[in-house]
């Protein structure tokens, strides 16, 4: 079993910037994706970002060139800086780490106010 922590999330102004961190329970070997969705009330989780096989990543178009996705490996942590954000970005956020099956943090709220 693997537990992942999400942490980061807040309120912050149209334009600025937070970090987000998901610690996972153990190491990150292993694991053939690890990535980021959002889920904003009344609409479906989507994508925000992964990283594929520990080296290339993508993003959705919506967060391209804002976004970037990153691992730490000695910390068992995976972050998402987020640049210029932007009220649409307001959302819970998830980490989803998959090997032969998936798992979810809890998620963190992402607030922007415009």
């Known amino acids: 079993q693997v537990q992942l922590v999400e942490s980061g999330g807040g309120l912050v102004q149209a334009g600025g910037s937070l970090r987000l961190s998901c610690a996972a329970s153990?190491?990150?070997?292993?694991?053939?994706?690890m990535g980021w969705y959002r889920q904003a009330p009344g609409k479906q989780r989507e994508l925000v970002a992964i990283?594929?096989?520990?080296?290339?990543?993508n993003y959705a178009d919506s967060v391209k060139g804002r976004f970037t996705i990153s691992r730490d490996s000695p910390k068992n942590t995976v972050y998402l800086q987020m640049n210029s954000l932007k009220p649409e970005d307001t959302a819970v956020y998830y980490c989803?780490?998959?090997?032969?099956?998936?798992?979810w943090g809890r998620g963190t709220q992402v607030t922007v106010s415009s």
């Open positions: 153990r190491s990150l070997n292993g694991f053939g994706t």
């Open positions: 989803n780490f998959a090997n032969w099956r998936e798992y």
């Open positions: 990283i594929i096989n520990g080296g290339s990543a």
